[in-house]
């Protein structure tokens, strides 16, 4: 009796989830927390409002898992998404490579013409540009006095400085990948591996993604962080806490954009046109900057007071052009990995 | 004649099904992907592999991932193989749920092992700030983290409670008399141990340690984690080449090489197997002595041991409970149920299917079927290598474990690719992300019941069908009940690996089919720390008492009435 109970409950279990289908559907890729907690939810019941659709976002993963499974589809014929949302910058070579997405001009996204135009970064403008933030060094003020910290690339690499950096491994982490093309940009190629080298004693560790590199920070291992301009934001409106500041070295940031395409081979490019230039009108774009903690790319955009004042804008963004990262990423990971591993 | 040939047919069948499940499944999309290693242009080459391995930084990563996994073997061994002493000996208050819970380290996902590490483990974490403050230190006395040492020690909090849970499967139904005979004979204690007890448990020691070794092999994100800057494991390398740069041919390349180096060593494991398994009588009960009672010298070093391993076990997993619970409010930390009702919301479950509650649903769903599946797979499978002597039947046995040994990454772009093709247009979602959670877990079904079967007196089978019962009979009867632990032990590791799987099901899920360690990554990466740990703290939660329930729903399922303790 009792095993038939335990057997029909298991059973009950298994059935319950049955997934419902709508009507036509446009399915939407993006990053995890651009779908759970960003925008998307906005975005999907406003748009749904206006049109006569079923908005579907598609995230199980990040950015680049997210692009890894689209490329695969796309090999197959079959990609699964009508819009993608989430290309950074950084990725830009290998999504653009295999001509997944169909260029764009200002005709199709009207909101276009008031996008800040150092944003606009693919010439075919397949993929065009909601948001952008800048990749600096976060300290703890209260391990690390204003005056004691390094103003240079080369003041980091002060013995005083010893153990003190949390870094994202480049090869597993775009924010990682960001710091490392920085130190390229300013060291030239192969002049970065002789500074990583020096850098290196100084390195507390060097973690797979973000989260965890900024988990480590939070838990106090290290006072120093490879994060965004826009933590100071964050901490300020979240956590009540000016604890956390911006770093500038060389008075620089990396500029990271993020960007978005519409898929070759959707049967429904009209709505994915009005889809993308909706995110780049002003009432989601305001959205950005406290739910995805960047700014937005659309430069009539009113950001909060508290955002305003405390995100922090680099007097000097650097960025290597796509076009450069394209032909040398897979050697410059594996130096890298050479100097780290070997050093 | 023909009630033979329709018995023999009937035995095929259920040898040639699970088979099939694996060629189809398993080998055909692997090898599709594999092939882009070694094919240019329709011709086979070796240059990318030759290419691994020419480069320096290659093969020592390559030397680097065998090496930790070894330490971390070890460690695991040194943890485990008591704990499996004292489950077999001793009796306690709780000692079945206790049993029951050793499994929970496995499925967590590694990012919480991780945190919890930093937390409990950290420099800055609460073991060093007690020790602090305990003995008036300035800086922190234990620096474990961002070296090997932090690398062995989370992959032993990983690998230690298989190696508990296969010897112990093992161990409890051990008949007392071998070592009350070596007793008898004047054995000392230690020497009994080592000359008796050891020898005869030697194959379900080396089957965790073959599992774990497996495991720390294929390690990535606590290597990173943990290990820092100087660590790096084939697994990453893989990923890398896949993920970041999209390149399958190199990314292919080093698949082959880890699953070849994977493979070879569970040939060498298989051969060794082999050789330790020996017929032995097999019993019901072993006695046992109360650990609460009577103190004892022996007894006082078994409690001094509980404690320092409960601190491996315990302590990052409450520094992860004490996260959910408090937060950072204007510089300082106070007590919160801010980050659970965080999760318990449920105003995202329309738009996008995915309330974090609803990952526990799924959660459970996928690895309850997973595990059913993969039992069913693995048993048959387990049969065959156990009971039948063929030819290559090594072979057959090391193949058949490729799944544990293939990177998790690479499976997860192999079976996307070959889902979205005919003949096997399955497409992503729920009945994908089952075949490949069942695919990644029979291993464990098989390891777990063959040296089990194998020990097993082949005469009391012999026996029954002298007396007249049909093989399917004398397996019900004789066979099942004898190896039901075995088995348990195996479906409850398939569930375990399902609810902890991450990379294939990233790749194959659809909207709606988050699982409890995906909401943890998504609160991650949306600065949702605070919820990361109390979705963490869920998932342990759920996890423990699903295992409870399991276990003893289990052990009424194959224990029958038949043979009542």
Known sequence: MQKRSLLLILIALMVIGVIGVGTEKLVVYTYSSFASWGAAPFIEEAFEKKHDVDVQFVATGDARMMLTKLLTEQEAGRPGADVFIGVGSVDLSMARGEGLFVPLTGEDIPNLTSVREDLLIDPTNSLIPYE???????????????????????????????????????????????????????????????????????????????????????????????????????????????????????????????????????????????????????????????????????????????????????????????????GNLDRWLLEWAGVIVGG | MWEARIKRFGRAALIAAPLAFLVLIFYYPLLRLFQEGVVQEGHLTLKYIGGVFAEPYFRHVILFTAEQALLSTLLAMIIGLPWAYIFTRYQFPLKETLRSLTIVPFVLPSITVAVGFILFFGNNGHLNQLLMGLFGLKGPPLRLLYSLKGIVLAHAFYNAPIITRMVHAQWERLNPAYEESAQALGAGRIRRFFEVTLPLLLPGLMTGAALAFIFCFLSFPIVLALGGARFSTIEVE???????????????????????????????????????????????????????????????????????????????????????????????????????????QSQYEALIGAAPLRSVVNSLQLGLSAMGLASLVGLPIAFVIARYRFRGRRLFDTLVMASLGVSSVALGAALLSAFLRPPLELGSGWLAIVLAHSILAYPFVIRAVVPVLEGLKQGLVEAARSLGATRLQAFRDIELPLIRRGLLVGAIFAFAISLGEMSATIMLAQPGLKTMPLVVNDLRAARSFGGASAMSSLLILVTAGAFVIIERFGERLFGGTRWSR
């Open chain 1, 132 to 326: 952008h933030s800048y990749i600096t060094l976060v300290y703890d003020s209260q391990v690390l006095a204003v005056e004691d910290i390094p103003l240079t690339f080369e003041q980091l690499l002060d013995p005083k400085y010893k153990k003190m950096l949390i870094l994202e491994d480049p090869r597993t982490s775009s924010v990682g990948l960001a710091f490392l093309l920085w130190t390229i940009h300013q060291y030239g190629d192969p002049g970065y591996l002789d500074y990583w080298r020096k850098l290196l004693p100084n390195v507390l560790t060097i973690t797979q993604g973000w989260s965890a590199a900024y988990d480590l920070f939070l838990a106090r291992e290290a006072p120093i962080v490879v994060s965004f301009s826009t933590d100071t934001a964050y901490s300020v409106i979240e956590e009540g806490s000016t604890r956390y500041k911006i770093m500038l070295l060389n008075s620089q940031g990396y500029r990271s954009i993020y960007l978005m395409g519409i898929v070759k081979g959707t049967k429904q490019q009209g709505l994915c046109k009005e889809l993308l230039d909706f995110v780049l009108s002003s009432e989601v774009q305001e959205m950005i900057s406290t739910t995805e903690w960047m700014f937005p790319a659309n430069r009539e955009t009113l950001l909060p007071v508290l955002f305003y004042q405390n995100a922090v804008f680099p007097p000097d963004p650097v960025m290597i052009p796509a076009e450069r990262i394209g």
């Open chain 2, 238 to 344: 893989i990923y890398t080449q896949f993920i970041v740069l999209y390149q399958h041919k190199l990314g292919a390349a080093l698949a082959i090489i880890q699953i070849a180096l994977s493979l070879l060593f569970t040939y060498g494991y298989i051969l060794l197997e082999g050789r330790f398994t020996r017929e032995v009588e097999v019993t019901y009960s072993r006695s046992t002595v109360p650990l609460l009672r009577r103190f004892t010298l022996g007894k006082g070093i078994v409690w001094l041991f509980i404690g320092i391993s409960g601190l491996l076990f315990l302590g990052p997993m409450a520094s992860v409970f004490y996260d959910s619970i408090t937060r950072e409010w204007a510089g300082r930390t106070v007590f919160t149920l801010h980050w659970y009702s965080y999760i318990f």
